[in-house]
Protein backbone atom coordinates (compact mmCIF):
# COMPACT_ATOMS: atom_id res chain seq x y z
CA UNK A 1 0.00 0.00 0.00
CA UNK A 2 1.08 3.63 -0.59
CA UNK A 3 0.72 6.21 1.80
CA UNK A 4 -1.09 9.27 0.85
CA UNK A 5 1.35 12.75 0.89
CA UNK A 6 -0.77 16.01 1.13
CA UNK A 7 1.76 18.24 0.03
CA UNK A 8 3.00 18.01 -3.61
CA UNK A 9 6.70 18.76 -3.32
CA UNK A 10 9.62 17.88 -5.45
CA UNK A 11 8.05 16.75 -8.69
CA UNK A 12 8.49 19.15 -11.65
CA UNK A 13 6.92 19.18 -15.03
CA UNK A 14 8.39 21.22 -18.00
CA UNK A 15 9.60 23.45 -15.32
CA UNK A 16 6.71 24.13 -13.60
CA UNK A 17 5.97 22.32 -9.89
CA UNK A 18 3.68 19.83 -9.51
CA UNK A 19 0.47 22.47 -7.99
CA UNK A 20 1.43 25.10 -10.68
CA UNK A 21 0.69 22.43 -13.42
CA UNK A 22 -2.44 21.09 -11.65
CA UNK A 23 -3.52 24.76 -12.17
CA UNK A 24 -2.65 25.12 -15.40
CA UNK A 25 -5.21 22.18 -16.12
CA UNK A 26 -7.70 23.60 -14.21
CA UNK A 27 -7.92 26.71 -16.29
CA UNK A 28 -7.17 24.79 -19.94
CA UNK A 29 -9.58 21.70 -19.35
CA UNK A 30 -12.24 23.08 -16.59
CA UNK A 31 -11.47 20.51 -14.17
CA UNK A 32 -8.44 18.35 -13.09
CA UNK A 33 -8.74 15.42 -15.39
CA UNK A 34 -6.95 12.71 -14.14
CA UNK A 35 -5.74 11.60 -17.39
CA UNK A 36 -4.45 15.38 -18.26
CA UNK A 37 -2.57 14.81 -15.01
CA UNK A 38 -0.93 11.86 -16.28
CA UNK A 39 -0.47 13.17 -19.93
CA UNK A 40 1.78 16.05 -18.41
CA UNK A 41 4.28 13.64 -16.38
CA UNK A 42 4.41 11.93 -20.34
CA UNK A 43 5.16 15.12 -21.78
CA UNK A 44 7.81 16.16 -19.32
CA UNK A 45 9.79 12.51 -19.36
CA UNK A 46 9.60 13.06 -23.54
CA UNK A 47 11.24 16.23 -23.15
CA UNK A 48 13.79 14.93 -20.95
CA UNK A 49 14.67 12.30 -23.34
CA UNK A 50 14.74 14.33 -26.60
CA UNK A 51 17.93 16.87 -27.04
CA UNK A 52 17.90 20.15 -25.59
CA UNK A 53 16.95 23.34 -28.13
CA UNK A 54 14.85 21.72 -31.08
CA UNK A 55 11.40 22.30 -32.21
CA UNK A 56 9.19 19.31 -32.07
CA UNK A 57 5.88 18.47 -33.16
CA UNK A 58 3.70 15.79 -31.59
CA UNK A 59 1.01 12.71 -32.27
CA UNK A 60 -1.39 11.52 -29.45
CA UNK A 61 -2.98 8.44 -30.38
CA UNK A 62 -5.66 8.72 -28.30
CA UNK A 63 -8.34 11.71 -28.77
CA UNK A 64 -8.96 11.52 -24.76
CA UNK A 65 -7.26 13.75 -22.48
CA UNK A 66 -3.50 13.51 -23.62
CA UNK A 67 -3.94 16.55 -26.36
CA UNK A 68 -4.67 18.56 -24.37
CA UNK A 69 -1.61 18.23 -21.69
CA UNK A 70 0.51 18.34 -25.03
CA UNK A 71 -1.26 21.84 -25.66
CA UNK A 72 -0.75 23.02 -22.08
CA UNK A 73 3.05 22.17 -22.34
CA UNK A 74 4.31 22.50 -25.94
CA UNK A 75 3.66 24.79 -28.69
CA UNK A 76 2.00 22.05 -30.41
CA UNK A 77 -1.49 22.80 -31.40
CA UNK A 78 -4.06 20.47 -33.54
CA UNK A 79 -4.35 24.40 -34.70
CA UNK A 80 -0.81 24.88 -35.87
CA UNK A 81 -0.50 21.29 -36.56
CA UNK A 82 1.92 20.80 -35.15
CA UNK A 83 -0.09 18.14 -33.15
CA UNK A 84 -1.78 15.37 -35.01
CA UNK A 85 -4.29 12.70 -33.38
CA UNK A 86 -4.18 9.39 -34.57
CA UNK A 87 -6.73 7.99 -32.65
CA UNK A 88 -5.35 4.28 -32.31
CA UNK A 89 -6.91 4.07 -28.78
CA UNK A 90 -3.35 3.87 -26.85
CA UNK A 91 -2.37 6.23 -24.25
CA UNK A 92 0.91 7.12 -25.42
CA UNK A 93 2.13 10.23 -26.95
CA UNK A 94 5.62 10.99 -29.22
CA UNK A 95 7.71 14.14 -29.66
CA UNK A 96 9.70 14.16 -32.44
CA UNK A 97 12.24 16.57 -34.66
CA UNK A 98 9.92 17.87 -37.39
CA UNK A 99 12.39 17.79 -40.45
CA UNK A 100 14.10 14.20 -39.82
CA UNK A 101 11.65 12.32 -37.82
CA UNK A 102 13.55 11.15 -34.49
CA UNK A 103 11.29 11.53 -31.60
CA UNK A 104 10.86 9.44 -28.33
CA UNK A 105 7.59 7.47 -27.92
CA UNK A 106 6.16 7.24 -24.21
CA UNK A 107 2.99 5.11 -23.59
CA UNK A 108 2.06 3.59 -20.30
CA UNK A 109 3.21 -0.23 -19.72
CA UNK A 110 0.33 -1.98 -18.50
CA UNK A 111 2.33 -4.36 -16.37
CA UNK A 112 3.65 -1.71 -14.41
CA UNK A 113 -0.13 -0.80 -12.97
CA UNK A 114 -0.38 -4.11 -10.95
CA UNK A 115 1.62 -1.98 -8.42
CA UNK A 116 -1.15 1.06 -8.31
CA UNK A 117 -4.83 -0.51 -8.05
CA UNK A 118 -6.37 2.84 -8.53
CA UNK A 119 -4.52 3.64 -11.94
CA UNK A 120 -5.29 -0.05 -13.02
CA UNK A 121 -8.71 0.65 -12.68
CA UNK A 122 -8.52 3.93 -13.96
CA UNK A 123 -6.62 2.32 -17.18
CA UNK A 124 -8.55 -0.67 -18.00
CA UNK A 125 -12.21 0.83 -16.43
CA UNK A 126 -12.63 -1.82 -14.04
CA UNK A 127 -15.67 -0.26 -12.50
CA UNK A 128 -18.01 2.40 -13.66
CA UNK A 129 -16.58 6.29 -12.93
CA UNK A 130 -18.84 7.05 -10.56
CA UNK A 131 -17.48 3.89 -8.04
CA UNK A 132 -13.94 5.11 -8.38
CA UNK A 133 -12.10 6.80 -5.66
CA UNK A 134 -10.81 10.07 -7.23
CA UNK A 135 -8.70 11.00 -4.67
CA UNK A 136 -6.74 7.77 -4.22
CA UNK A 137 -6.61 7.57 -8.10
CA UNK A 138 -4.64 11.27 -8.05
CA UNK A 139 -2.61 10.04 -4.91
CA UNK A 140 -1.40 7.22 -7.10
CA UNK A 141 -1.08 9.66 -10.28
CA UNK A 142 1.70 11.55 -8.05
CA UNK A 143 3.40 8.80 -6.15
CA UNK A 144 3.65 6.94 -9.19
CA UNK A 145 5.17 9.67 -11.19
CA UNK A 146 7.00 8.26 -14.35
CA UNK A 147 7.07 4.85 -13.39
CA UNK A 148 4.15 3.40 -15.20
CA UNK A 149 5.66 4.79 -18.36
CA UNK A 150 8.26 3.35 -20.29
CA UNK A 151 9.88 5.33 -23.42
CA UNK A 152 11.19 4.03 -27.17
CA UNK A 153 13.00 6.13 -29.45
CA UNK A 154 11.18 6.44 -32.97
CA UNK A 155 11.62 7.30 -36.10
CA UNK A 156 8.27 9.48 -37.81
CA UNK A 157 7.02 8.45 -41.32
CA UNK A 158 6.64 11.99 -42.37
CA UNK A 159 5.02 11.29 -45.14
CA UNK A 160 2.11 9.99 -43.28
CA UNK A 161 1.75 13.23 -41.35
CA UNK A 162 1.37 15.71 -44.13
CA UNK A 163 -1.75 18.07 -44.09
CA UNK A 164 -3.74 18.27 -47.17
CA UNK A 165 -2.92 21.15 -49.26
CA UNK A 166 -5.23 24.30 -49.23
CA UNK A 167 -3.77 25.77 -52.23
CA UNK A 168 -5.73 24.34 -55.02
CA UNK A 169 -9.39 25.49 -53.72
CA UNK A 170 -13.14 24.91 -55.72
CA UNK A 171 -16.20 26.05 -55.49
CA UNK A 172 -18.54 23.28 -55.30
CA UNK A 173 -21.10 23.67 -57.47
CA UNK A 174 -23.77 22.21 -54.59
CA UNK A 175 -23.23 24.84 -51.82
CA UNK A 176 -21.03 27.30 -52.76
CA UNK A 177 -18.25 26.98 -50.42
CA UNK A 178 -14.92 26.56 -51.18
CA UNK A 179 -13.14 23.27 -50.57
CA UNK A 180 -10.14 21.28 -51.76
CA UNK A 181 -10.27 20.73 -55.01
CA UNK A 182 -8.44 17.06 -54.83
CA UNK A 183 -11.60 16.01 -53.05
CA UNK A 184 -13.77 15.59 -56.31
CA UNK A 185 -16.57 17.36 -58.94
CA UNK A 186 -18.29 17.94 -55.03
CA UNK A 187 -17.09 19.00 -51.40
CA UNK A 188 -17.49 15.99 -49.19
CA UNK A 189 -20.20 17.83 -47.10
CA UNK A 190 -22.38 17.34 -50.53
CA UNK A 191 -21.62 14.01 -50.21
CA UNK A 192 -23.16 13.20 -47.24
CA UNK A 193 -20.11 13.41 -45.25
CA UNK A 194 -20.53 16.49 -42.98
CA UNK A 195 -21.37 15.31 -39.44
CA UNK A 196 -24.91 17.29 -39.59
CA UNK A 197 -27.61 18.64 -41.49
CA UNK A 198 -29.77 21.73 -41.87
CA UNK A 199 -32.98 22.95 -40.89
CA UNK A 200 -35.06 23.80 -43.44
CA UNK A 201 -34.66 27.30 -45.02
CA UNK A 202 -36.47 29.30 -42.15
CA UNK A 203 -33.28 28.42 -40.07
CA UNK A 204 -33.44 28.71 -36.22
CA UNK A 205 -35.83 31.10 -35.50
CA UNK A 206 -38.32 29.79 -36.74
Same mark, same amino acid.
Given at each position: ??????????????????? *???????? #???????????????????????? *????????????????????????? %????? @????????? #?? =??????????????????????? @?????? #??????????????? =???? &??????? &? #?? %???? *???? %????????????????????????????????????????????????
Amino acid at each position: MHANKAVHSGVTICGHTYD *QYLDMVRA #FHKHIAPGVVIGGLMVDLAYRNLP *QGEFFDSISETRSCLPDAIQILTPC %TIGNG @WLKVIDLGR #FA =LTLFEKHSGNGVRVYVNSHKLDD @WPELKV #FFFKLVPKKEQDPQA =LMAE &IYLANTS &I #FE %TKKV *QVDL %TCLKSRSRRDVAVCPLCGEGYPSCDGEICLSCRGEAPYSYFRETGLDE
